[in-house]
């Protein structure tokens, strides 16, 4: 089986520093595609940033500059790297992995968009 695990959220002051992780575990070869999202109350999810297997970044206009994604493939692990946090950042965010290859019953399967349970990050002002 495989899961998703975040870590790193919490309470900071507006302008500073948050570094969120996420690990997944289980027999994985592969993931195409990592991400993040968030979920502020009564808001829709939103895109913040992704990466790809071959570290091409992408990111929402309201994070660029501040907000850098990285990832490291041999440990399956995706990080979202937060400076100069704002009180609008506030929100749970959740990873996502798209195309998870992966080894069960000696056979590769896959998952599609799997999501982690999130994390909330919290910004006062």
């Known amino acids: 089986q495989v899961q998703l695990v975040e870590s790193g959220g919490g309470l900071v002051q507006a302008g500073g520093s948050l570094r969120l992780s996420c690990a997944a575990s289980?027999?994985?070869?592969?993931?195409?595609?990592m991400a993040w999202y968030r979920q502020a109350p009564g808001k829709q999810r939103e895109l913040v940033a992704s990466?790809?297997?071959?570290?091409?970044?992408n990111y929402a206009d309201s994070v660029k500059g501040r907000f850098t994604i990285s990832r490291d493939n041999a440990k399956n692990t995706v990080y979202l790297q937060m400076n100069n946090l704002k009180p609008e950042d506030t929100a749970v965010y959740y990873c996502n992995a798209d195309r998870i290859t992966y080894v069960s019953a000696g056979r590769y399967s896959e998952f599609y968009d799997y999501w982690g349970q999130g994390t909330q990050v919290t910004v006062s002002s």
């Open positions: 289980g027999t994985i070869r592969s993931i195409d595609v």
């Open positions: 990466i790809t297997s071959g570290y091409t970044s």
